[in-house]
């Protein structure tokens, strides 16, 4: 069975490339993601040895921040890391003041995870200036460390090789992809609960009132044991006990933490696109089951949340790949039509649309695919090659351009 890394081991991201070439095209790169990513170990391992590092929660740096911009840039020689941005919005002025100084490229790396307070002071200060980068938590292709280029997942033209799976799955579905748990001797419970907690008490504390604090947990819950559904917030707010408003809201903020991603419906009508109900899926599956109490891998695995949290994990997997590679997460849509036909995934490149299909099963059913042709009937696009993303052990021809992958080989 494949081991965890040893705690003292960086695993390396797919993102540093990505970052890389980032730094090469703007003068400034805002890194965000939710908490515990690895944002600041990737920048301190990789990038450390060109940048120099300065942390907002060094208190004695925030209040300098807060206090003397200026003053604060003197005591900081560029290139410069700085991280937890959104602690210290005063900053953005002074940023955009040295890099119109210069024609330099990549001089700044800013990092955050509170995604409301960073967009406003980008939009105020930096718009045209600064390249975007939110980092996912740990993919399976990261951790098989096989040296493979940064690319989103595209379902393959042709039957591609077959790789092991580097983890036990179930245990790493259960288990989640954040890079602090890929060490077996942390407490799992004991991570998440501090997680939660620092998230409710730092970030959504200044985002909504404190005596909502307990409704809003209440509110994560309700999430996680619908991830991977349709989204009702009618059914949301009930069982939160806030009302609709409050529950998009919340949502939001579970959006832009980085926590959860809101899939939208493909319709070949864009002025249609924002009427139809969209989907819930979080990034990190151990989150889900910390907080719907899945709390080890045969009792998710044998569950009746395991399909649902078993595509959440396919799907995130899909989402990672194209954050890493900065590829545009709006080209990646679920079918719906009046009928209730579904397909799980369809992922657009241009006016080709690339069906997937998640199942739970080693073996799916012959009709596991038979939704893909009502791609043909869109006028426009054409249909490309497809995908049913499951447990099968090694990738093989399903139907006619549709190959059935291992989840661990997206």
């Given at each position: 069975?494949?081991?965890?890394?040893?705690?003292?081991?960086?695993?390396?991201?797919?993102?540093?490339?990505?970052?890389?070439?980032?730094?090469?095209?703007?003068?400034?790169?805002?890194?965000?993601?939710?908490?515990?990513?690895?944002?600041?170990?990737?920048?301190?391992?990789?990038?450390?040895?060109?940048?120099?590092?300065?942390?907002?929660?060094?208190?004695?740096?925030?209040?300098?921040?807060?206090?003397?911009?200026?003053?604060?840039?003197?005591?900081?020689?560029?290139?410069?890391?700085?991280?937890?941005?959104?602690?210290?919005?005063?900053?953005?002025?002074?940023?955009?003041?040295?890099?119109?100084?210069?024609?330099?490229?990549?001089?700044?790396?800013?990092?955050?995870?509170?995604?409301?307070?960073?967009m406003k002071g980008v939009s105020e200060s930096l718009a045209g200036r600064i390249r975007i980068l939110e980092m996912p938590p740990l993919s399976l292709r990261e951790l098989s460390d096989d040296g493979a280029p940064t690319?989103?997942?595209?379902?393959?033209?042709?039957?591609?090789?077959?790789?092991?799976?580097?983890?036990?799955?179930?245990?790493?579905?259960?288990?989640?992809?954040?890079?602090?748990?890929?060490?077996?001797?942390?407490?799992?419970?004991?991570?998440?609960?501090?997680?939660?907690?620092?998230?409710?008490?730092?970030?959504?504390?200044?985002?909504?009132?404190?005596?909502?604090?307990?409704?809003?947990?209440?509110?994560?819950?309700?999430?996680?044991?619908?991830?991977?559904?349709?989204?009702?917030?009618?059914?949301?707010?009930?069982?939160?006990?806030?009302?609709?408003?409050?529950?998009?809201?919340?949502?939001?903020?579970?959006?832009?933490?980085?926590?959860?991603?809101?899939?939208?419906?493909?319709?070949?009508?864009?002025?249609?696109?924002?009427?139809?109900?969209?989907?819930?899926?979080?990034?990190?599956?151990?989150?889900?089951?910390?907080?719907?109490?899945?709390?080890?891998?045969?009792?998710?695995?044998?569950?009746?949340?395991?399909?649902?949290?078993?595509?959440?994990?396919?799907?995130?997997?899909?989402?990672?790949?194209?954050?890493?590679?900065?590829?545009?997460?709006?080209?990646?849509?679920?079918?719906?039509?009046?009928?209730?036909?579904?397909?799980?995934?369809?992922?657009?490149?241009?006016?080709?649309?690339?069906?997937?299909?998640?199942?739970?099963?080693?073996?799916?059913?012959?009709?596991?695919?038979?939704?893909?042709?009502?791609?043909?009937?869109?006028?426009?696009?054409?249909?490309?090659?497809?995908?049913?993303?499951?447990?099968?052990?090694?990738?093989?021809?399903?139907?006619?351009?549709?190959?059935?992958?291992?989840?661990?080989?997206?």
């Amino acid at each position: 069975m494949p081991t965890r890394p040893h705690p003292t081991h960086y695993i390396p991201r797919a993102m540093e490339r990505t970052l890389g070439l980032m730094l090469g095209q703007g003068k400034v790169v805002l890194l965000t993601g939710a908490r515990q990513v690895g944002k600041t170990t990737m920048l301190r391992e990789r990038f450390g040895a060109r940048f120099g590092y300065v942390t907002l929660d060094d208190m004695q740096q925030l209040a300098l921040a807060r206090q003397d911009a200026a003053l604060f840039f003197q005591s900081h020689q560029l290139p410069l890391i700085i991280d937890e941005i959104q602690r210290a919005p005063e900053l953005f002025g002074a940023v955009k003041l040295l890099v119109d100084a210069s024609g330099a490229k990549g001089q700044v790396v800013l990092t955050g995870s509170q995604t409301y307070h960073l967009m406003k002071g980008v939009s105020e200060s930096l718009a045209g200036r600064i390249r975007i980068l939110e980092m996912p938590p740990l993919s399976l292709r990261e951790l098989s460390d096989d040296g493979a280029p940064t690319a989103a997942f595209i379902p393959p033209a042709e039957v591609p090789a077959a790789q092991p799976c580097p983890v036990d799955l179930w245990a790493h579905i259960q288990r989640g992809s954040l890079p602090e748990l890929q060490d077996a001797a942390i407490d799992w419970d004991a991570f998440y609960t501090d997680y939660v907690r620092a998230y409710l008490e730092r970030d959504v504390r200044e985002l909504v009132r404190v005596q909502d604090e307990i409704r809003f947990y209440n509110f994560m819950v309700a999430c996680a044991a619908r991830t991977a559904q349709l989204v009702n917030f009618s059914d949301l707010a009930a069982t939160a006990d806030i009302d609709q408003k409050t529950a998009k809201a919340w949502l939001s903020i579970l959006q832009a933490s980085g926590i959860v991603h809101v899939l939208q419906p493909f319709s070949a009508n864009i002025s249609k696109r924002v009427s139809k109900t969209p989907k819930l899926y979080f990034l990190d599956t151990g989150l889900v089951c910390h907080l719907a109490r899945w709390t080890s891998p045969d009792a998710l695995r044998n569950g009746a949340q395991a399909g649902h949290i078993f595509e959440t994990f396919a799907v995130s997997e899909i989402l990672k790949s194209h954050m890493n590679a900065k590829a545009n997460l709006r080209d990646i849509w679920f079918y719906r039509d009046s009928a209730k036909n579904e397909i799980d995934l369809v992922l657009q490149q241009g006016r080709v649309l690339h069906p997937v299909e998640i199942k739970m099963a080693a073996a799916p059913r012959s009709d596991a695919a038979d939704a893909f042709q009502l791609l043909d009937n869109i006028p426009g696009y054409e249909r490309g090659a497809g995908a049913i993303i499951c447990q099968t052990e090694k990738p093989c021809a399903f139907a006619r351009g549709v190959v059935a992958m291992p989840v661990w080989a997206v």
